[in-house]
T-cell receptor, first 115, second 108 residues
């Protein structure tokens, strides 16, 4: 299996621009998670989906962030407009089971820099 | 928050030595998971221990769980330079909440 695939791996953009991060979970997995990692705050869960349905978005920092999962093999995390404080590494993870109790498989991450 | 808190924050050892990392959490859990992160990479799952288990082994890894003390430990025996990474515990209730990790450096 190819594992969780994320694109792009690196993104540099200017403040105010729209940023879209993409994730392809492992085939057959039923849950998908978006995390953000910074030195100051560590690894934070932003949102997760079960069977393509958003279950918990309490970690989404503000309305500038949105996430979608139109089908079982694709999810996006969008930031509009982006701000320098959004600079971080964003990880997507998936798991076979519904919910959050199972092993999660992480992608390589997208390193976002907002200038 | 049921966030796991790892201790120590950083650990440096020589190859061949054992490395012990501890984790404390605050609420009841379904299970507790340990993950490793190499620099610039995503997290890799190491081991999952359920709330009704006290000890679990996987290769050179040994994990213990004490639910009465709300604590867990990860022991890596006979460490290798390739074990250099950050290690995170993630107590699990309704979601995984990661701590800030222990940065392990293993010198050849």
């Amino acid at each position: 299996d190819a594992g969780v695939i994320q694109s792009p791996r690196h993104e540099v953009t200017e403040m105010g621009q729209e940023v879209t991060l993409r994730c392809k979970p492992i085939s057959g997995h039923n849950s998908l998670f978006w995390y953000r990692q910074t030195m100051m705050r560590g690894l934070e869960l932003l949102i997760y989906f079960n069977n393509n349905v958003p279950i918990d978005d309490s970690g989404m920092p503000e309305d500038r962030f949105s996430a979608k999962m139109p089908n079982a093999s694709f999810s996006t995390l969008k930031i509009q407009p982006s701000e320098p404080r959004d600079s971080a590494v964003y990880f997507c993870a998936s798991s076979y089971s519904l919910g959050t109790t199972d092993t999660q498989y992480f992608g390589p991450g997208t390193r976002l820099t907002v200038l | 928050s049921q966030q796991g808190e790892e201790d120590p924050q950083a650990l440096s050892i020589q190859e061949g030595e054992n490395a012990t990392m501890n984790c404390s959490y605050k609420t009841s859990i379904n299970n507790l998971q340990w993950y490793r992160q190499n620099s610039g990479r995503g997290l890799v799952h190491l081991i999952l221990i359920r709330s009704n288990e006290r000890e679990k082994h996987s290769g050179r890894l040994r994990v213990t769980l004490d639910t009465s003390k709300k604590s867990s430990s990860l022991l890596i025996t006979a460490s290798r330079a390739a074990d250099t990474a950050s290690y995170f515990c993630a107590p699990n209730t309704d979601k995984l909440i990661f701590g800030t990790g222990t940065r392990l450096q293993v010198f050849p």
